[in-house]
C-alpha cells in the first residue's frame, strides 16, 4: 500500500514553500521537499538530515530527498552575497530554513494515508533554448540574434510536462507533482522575494481544484533552457499587455491549462468488469494476469455454488501479485511487471464478490 502525507509551508509577501510528499508501501519510504530555492547545496542536505535523525528516527534520514526550483528571487542560504542591514543574514536564514524544512517533511510523514497515484504527459510551452549558435561554431547564452552570423538555436526545446495526480481512496485530488524542463527564472532581477511562476502556478491551479490543493514542482532536465523567449520578445510583451497579464502568470495560466486537458483521464482508473449469474453459477470477468489467492478470495466469499473466474478478460491486462509475492519479489510481483499492486487486488477481490452476491440476493 502506498501512503501519502502531504506538508507545505509558506512565507509573505509571495510565499516561498516547501511542499513535501511522504510515501510508503510498507517496505520502502522516502520523503521528497521541492523548495522555492536557487539550489540545495550540500550544507543544507546535510543539516536537515542531521535534524530529522532526532525528530524523526522513524525515517531513513538517507531518504530524504531535496530539490530546488531555481528562482533568483529566493533569499541567500549560503552567504553568497552582500546582504543589506536589517535583513536576516545568510546564517539566519539557514537556521530557520532548516527548521522549516524538517518540520515539513515530520508532518508530511505523520500525515500519511492510504493514497492511489495516477500520472498524466500534457504540453505547456515555458521553457525556450537559451544559447545561441554563431556561424564561427560558438554558442553564446542569451546571445545577440540580430548578429549577421546567427544561424540558430543550439538544442532542443521540452514542453512536455510529465504530471503525477495523487488521491484519497475516495478520489478526491490531493496534490499534483509537475515536472517542467524549465528553472522558475522568469523574475531574476528584482529585489523582493518571490517564488517566479510556481507562486502564480500554485494560486491559478488551487482556484481550479481546491485551497488545499498541494503543488510539488519538479524542474527536469534544464541547464540550457530558460522562461525568457528569444525570439518575438517585443510582440510576446505587447502581447502580455494586451492581455493584461504578468510574464509568471502566463506561464501559470498555461501550465493550469496543461492539468486541466488532461484531467479527466488521469482521474479515472478504468477496468472493465463484468460478472453473470447462469442460475447457479456465476462468472466474473478481469483484465489482469490475476495470482491465484486473488481468485480463491472471490470464490470463497462468492454466494454462487460455483465461481468461475476469467482473467485476461475484454482488455490487455498487467500482472496483479498478491503482497506476499511483492514482498517475494521476482518477475511478475515487480512494480516494472504490473501496473496495480495488492491493494488493488483486494478492490478488486471486494467490488467483484459484491457484485456476484448482489445476483443472489
Known amino acids: 500500500m502506498l501512503w501519502l502525507g502531504g506538508a507545505a509551508g509558506p512565507l509573505p509577501p509571495d510565499p516561498l514553500t516547501a511542499t513535501a510528499p511522504a510515501l510508503d508501501n510498507g517496505n520502502d519510504q522516502a520523503a521528497m521537499v521541492s523548495l522555492d530555492l536557487i539550489s540545495v547545496s550540500q550544507k543544507l542536505m546535510e543539516g536537515v538530515r542531521e535534524r530529522l535523525k532526532t525528530t524523526l528516527p522513524e525515517l531513513d534520514a538517507r531518504n530524504l530527498l531535496l530539490n530546488a526550483t531555481h528562482t533568483r528571487t529566493a533569499p541567500d542560504v549560503d552567504g553568497a552575497y552582500e546582504i543589506p542591514a536589517g535583513v536576516m543574514t545568510s546564517a539566519e536564514y539557514f537556521d530557520f530554513l532548516a527548521d522549516s524544512v524538517t518540520d515539513t517533511a515530520v508532518r508530511a510523514w505523520r500525515a500519511r494515508r492510504p493514497a492511489g497515484v495516477s500520472w498524466a504527459l500534457g504540453h505547456a510551452v515555458i521553457g525556450y533554448n537559451r544559447r545561441a549558435s554563431f556561424a564561427d561554431g560558438r ?79 519538479m524542474i527536469g532536465a534544464a541547464g540550457d533552457q530558460s522562461p525568457h523567449v528569444q525570439l518575438r520578445q517585443a510582440a510576446e510583451a505587447k502581447m502580455r499587455e494586451r492581455l493584461g497579464i ?76 498478491t503482497a506476499k509475492a511483492v514482498a517475494g519479489g521476482g518477475y511478475g510481483a515487480e512494480i516494472a511487471s504490473n501496473l496495480v499492486g495488492p491493494e488493488g487486488g483486494q478492490v478488486l477481490v471486494d467490488r467483484t464478490v459484491a457484485l456476484i452476491n448482489s445476483l443472489f440476493e
Open 139 to 217: 554558442s553564446v547564452m542569451y546571445g545577440p540574434l540580430a548578429r549577421p552570423d546567427f544561424l540558430g538555436f543550439e538544442g532542443y526545446e521540452d514542453h512536455a510536462l510529465e504530471m503525477l495526480f495523487f488521491w484519497t481512496p475516495d478520489r478526491k485530488l490531493t496534490g499534483i507533482g509537475i515536472n517542467v524542463a524549465c528553472p522558475a527564472q522568469a523574475l531574476g532581477r528584482e529585489r523582493f522575494v518571490s517564488a517566479d511562476f510556481w507562486h502564480d502556478a500554485r494560486v491559478e491551479l488551487r482556484r481550479r481544484y481546491g485551497d488545499d490543493l498541494f503543488v510539488f514542482p
Open 246 to 321: 504578468s510574464v509568471t502568470g502566463q506561464i501559470a495560466r498555461r501550465i493550469a491549462q496543461a492539468v486541466e486537458e488532461v484531467y479527466p483521464a488521469a482521474a479515472e482508473f478504468p477496468m472493465e468488469l463484468h460478472v453473470i449469474r447462469l442460475g447457479d453459477v456465476a462468472l466474473a470477468t478481469n483484465p489482469f494476469e490475476l495470482f491465484l489467492d486473488f481468485g480463491l478470495r472471490m470464490k470463497a466469499r462468492s454466494r454462487a455454488e460455483l465461481t468461475f473466474v476469467i482473467q485476461l478478460a475484454c482488455s490487455e491486462g498487467d500482472y496483479l501479485p
